[in-house]
């Protein structure tokens, strides 16, 4: 009897309302692969960006979002020795996480870390690699250094927080809602809410700005880096707006990206960084080098939050709960 996967699919853009759930024949399981069946999916703003048509390394239409999934190891192929059926596991899949079984290949596979749940391991591949790439290999934020961490209450600002907080920095944490910032001072930082945060110009001197709405806050942020300072960009998540696809606020946010001119950077002695994960993640060599780091994480001290569990047919609420701003760390579906 064959198997089946039920996936989650992006047909056409718009609204959450758009994704669509469909099944079909489950993939063969090549040699060097593992097929797992899935518990939990996540969800992150990208899903969003490429849902509203607007993140330009998602395949053409018809595709399955989702990076990262966690759950049951139910085939290896005959190449797989590091994992075994019947293994938790957490796993990338750049493309095709939002399913109830997927088939990818064994080096994307992390068994689950110790102290670690399988909700808490579907919540870790992209934020904290994100976060570890922004901090430690861009940034190299280390004990003494001031950090900012925009939209510190989200799956990848919870983590970097913490990360922060581990190595001995000095952490402020921002947030677009009043309500949210109790969380923030939780994970022992600073919190202000942005408009706090932009009518205080003495909060200044920071070695290091996680930068995560792109567009004019960028140019807003800059002067708050201290000498030497480094900013990370890694979205243009003011681009959206209550999960509509408004062509005109994207294209306004796009422009209002500084072009940053190097010959004005001398005097301020700073460096400004764009990321973007998914390459990288494409690079063997860093997927070795990232899935050992993450496969450490129950000795670090550090937590993803899982702020709300979707039954995996109610995706296009998760959908709308994310990006109209009110999660509070991880968003996953459940199959």
Request: with cysteine; net charge positive; aromatic share 8%.
């Amino acid at each position: 009897m064959s198997l089946t996967t039920q996936e989650i699919v992006i047909e056409k853009y718009g609204p959450a309302s758009a994704l669509t759930l469909r099944e079909r024949a489950a993939d063969p399981v090549g040699p060097d692969d593992v097929a797992i069946a899935v518990k939990y999916s996540g969800i992150n703003f990208a899903d969003i960006q490429m849902r509203l048509g607007f993140y330009p390394d998602a395949p053409k239409r018809p595709f399955v979002p989702g990076y990262e999934v966690s759950g049951v190891v139910e085939q290896i192929g005959a190449n797989v020795t590091d994992i075994a059926v019947g293994d938790q596991v957490l796993a990338g899949t750049y493309f095709g996480g939002y399913a109830s079984r997927v088939t990818i290949p064994a080096i994307q596979v992390v068994r689950l870390p110790k102290n670690v749940d399988l909700a808490a391991g579907a919540a870790l591949p992209v934020n904290f690699f994100t976060a570890h790439l922004a901090l430690f290999e861009m940034a190299r934020v280390r004990g003494g250094d001031r950090v900012l961490i925009e939209g510190a209450t989200g799956g990848v600002g919870t983590l970097a927080v913490q990360m922060a907080r581990r190595v001995g920095a000095e952490v402020v944490g921002l947030t677009s809602t009043p309500g949210k910032k109790q969380y923030i001072t939780d994970l022992g930082a600073t919190a202000y809410t942005r408009d706090e945060f932009h009518a205080d110009e003495s909060i200044t001197g920071f070695d290091f700005i996680l930068n995560a709405s792109g567009g004019s806050e960028i140019r807003r942020q800059l002067p708050r880096l201290g000498y030497t300072g480094r900013m990370v960009c890694m979205g243009l998540n003011s681009g959206v707006k209550d999960g509509k696809r408004n062509i005109p606020r994207i294209a306004w946010a796009a422009l209002r990206t500084p072009r940053l001119r190097i010959l004005k950077m001398f005097d301020k002695n700073v460096g400004v960084y764009a990321l973007n994960a998914l390459p990288i993640l494409r690079d063997e060599s860093w997927i070795r080098r990232l899935t050992a780091r993450v496969a450490a994480i129950g000795d670090m001290d550090i937590t993803p939050h899982v702020g709300k569990i979707f039954p995996a047919a109610d995706a296009p609420a998760a959908h709308a709960f994310l990006e109209t701003r009110q999660a509070l760390g991880k968003v996953l579906l459940e199959w």
